[in-house]
C-alpha cells in the first residue's frame, strides 16, 4: 500500500510531483531543512554558523594533530566552497589555530583550540537535546531503518550520477 505524502499539500502545490522520485527527493530536502532548524537556533545563539560548528567538530574528532584544509572540507555534512573563510572567522575568534606543515609549506594544518573545544563541551548537550526533539517521533526501530536508507541513497548518489551530464538536458 503506498503512504499518501503529506509534501504537496506542505508546499501548497496543486499539481502532482512529476514522479516518485521527485516527491521523495522534494520531501527529504525539506525534511532536512526542518530537521536542522532547531540545531540552528542552539548553535547561532553562540555567535558561530552552522557550517563553523561543523568544522569545530571535524577538528574535535581529528584530535591534537588537525587537518589540513582540504580533508575538513571533504568531511563536512553540507559542502562548503568557502571553508578557507569558515576558518578564518574560527580563527579571528580563537576556535582554531593554523599553521603551515613543516615538510610542505603548501599544506595548512588547523587544530581546534581550548576555546574551541569549551565552546563545543557548552554546545553539546543542547545539540543533543535538539537532535533528540527533532527525531523523537520515530521508534529506535524506524530511526536504524531512517539510517539504512538514508546509507543506500547516499552510497547510489556517487554511482547513479557518474557519466551523468546534467548540463546536456
Known amino acids: 500500500m503506498q503512504h499518501k505524502s503529506t509534501i504537496l499539500a506542505e508546499l501548497k502545490q496543486t499539481r502532482p510531483f512529476h514522479s516518485r522520485h521527485q516527491e521523495a527527493l ?34 574535535r574528532g581529528a584530535g591534537p594533530e588537525g587537518l589540513p584544509t582540504l580533508a575538513i572540507r571533504e568531511r563536512m555534512v553540507e559542502e562548503a566552497a568557502g571553508i578557507t573563510r569558515l576558518i578564518d572567522k574560527l580563527e579571528a575568534a580563537g576556535y582554531v589555530s593554523r599553521e603551515r606543515s613543516t615538510p610542505d609549506r603548501r599544506l595548512v594544518v588547523c587544530r581546534i ?46 554511482l547513479g550520477l557518474r557519466g551523468l551530464d546534467l548540463a546536456k538536458r
Open 26 to 59: 522534494l520531501a527529504l530536502m525539506r525534511t532536512a531543512a526542518i530537521a536542522k532548524r532547531p540545531v540552528v537556533k542552539v548553535v547561532e545563539e553562540t555567535g558561530i554558523s552552522l557550517a563553523q560548528y561543523n568544522v569545530l567538530r571535524i577538528l
Open 113 to 158: 583550540t581550548k576555546a574551541g573545544l569549551a565552546l563545543l563541551s557548552q554546545l553539546d548537550p543542547d545539540v543533543t537535546e535538539a537532535d533528540k526533539a527533532v527525531l523523537k517521533v520515530l521508534s529506535d526501530a524506524e530511526l536504524d531503518q531512517l539510517i539504512v536508507l538514508l546509507d543506500k541513497v547516499r552510497a547510489g548518489k556517487s
